[in-house]
């Protein structure tokens, strides 16, 4: 991240997000991003507001294109959406949103409408959101994941440890050095209760053709002044989730959610979206 500015991949995903509702079908759409922006950002989801239909065509034409890449960030928060869904339907109602970003859920979803929201980011991406979205829906807690500990600060915000949570960790690990991931699910460990879900979406190593595409996209992602650290596989990530103390329920990744989300096959995987459980 550049110091002293909000993250640049941040309002990326959220314009995405702006714009997955006029995906079709919609998997996640994201009626506050444009709030959440400003331009050239908010400029383009008003342009896309006032021509919906040419926006349509438009993003059917990058998806048919980009064989679906252009839609990676609706499937990955659309899955996590629904991660939400089930933990509210069992009744959990403390959520906690590491490395938030401008992610409009505990305003978006009316599923969290009595929830406790926490949204843990850097300062940085923080300041900036609460300047767009104010004080009162959420919890903000401002935790450099490189320099401190998000339990801590959580505890500390009033974080229930007596009650499960869900945690939400979206679009965040592949930026994090493997040590600073460590040490946030070491740390996070202790403080969720029996019955708590923690979800993580990671960047995974893939084949040599998913290692190049992956290197083009961080050059981009390195032009705003972000960085891809952290890329590995699904057996890799369980180990890791079991070292410091946590059990896979499930680990998914796009070939899984194009059939069951839009009845389509896909050949490429970028991202996978692994949920686990404090083990006992
Ligand atoms: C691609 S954005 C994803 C934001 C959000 N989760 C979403 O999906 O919309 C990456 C987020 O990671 C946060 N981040 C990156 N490095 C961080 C660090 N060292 N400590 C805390 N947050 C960090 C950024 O502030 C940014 O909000």
């Known amino acids: 991240m550049i110091p002293g500015e909000p993250s640049t991949t941040a309002r990326w995903v959220a314009f995405a997000r702006g714009l997955g509702g006029y995906e079709s079908p919609p998997l996640a759409a994201d009626p506050h991003a444009v709030d959440l922006l400003h331009a050239p950002w908010s400029t383009l989801l008003r ?46 109602e403390q959520v906690v ?59 500390a915000a009033g974080l229930d440890v007596s009650r499960p949570s869900v945690v939400l960790w979206e679009g965040v690990a592949m930026y ?8 946030t699910l070491a740390t996070m460990r202790p403080v969720l209760a029996t019955g708590s879900r923690l979800a993580i979406s990671y960047s995974r190593r893939g084949s040599a053709l998913g290692r190049l595409e992956r290197e083009l996209v961080g050059l981009i992602v390195g032009g705003a002044g972000e960085r891809f650290r952290h890329h590995e596989d699904p057996p890799q990530m369980r180990a890791r989730l079991d070292r410091q103390g946590f059990r896979v329920l499930w680990d998914e990744g796009h070939p899984d959610w194009a059939p069951r989300l839009l009845g389509r096959r896909q050949g490429w995987d970028l991202q996978r979206i692994v949920v686990c459980e404090p083990a006992r």
């Open 47 to 92: 342009a896309a507001a006032r021509w919906p239909r040419a926006t349509r065509m438009a993003v059917a034409t990058m998806d048919t294109l980009s064989q679906g890449r252009s839609r990676f960030m609706s499937y990955r928060t659309r899955v996590l959406d629904d991660v939400v869904r089930h933990a509210s339907a069992d009744g959990i």
């Open 97 to 155: 949103i590491l490395g938030a970003g401008l992610d409009a859920r505990a305003w978006r979803l009316p599923e969290l409408a009595t929830a406790r929201v926490f949204e843990v980011d850097h300062p940085d991406t923080q300041d900036y959101k609460r300047a767009r979205m104010g004080e009162g829906r959420v919890t903000y807690v401002p935790v450099d994941f490189e320099k401190e500990t998000a339990a801590d600060a959580l505890v």
């Open 176 to 183: 994090l050095p493997p040590a600073a991931i460590d040490a």
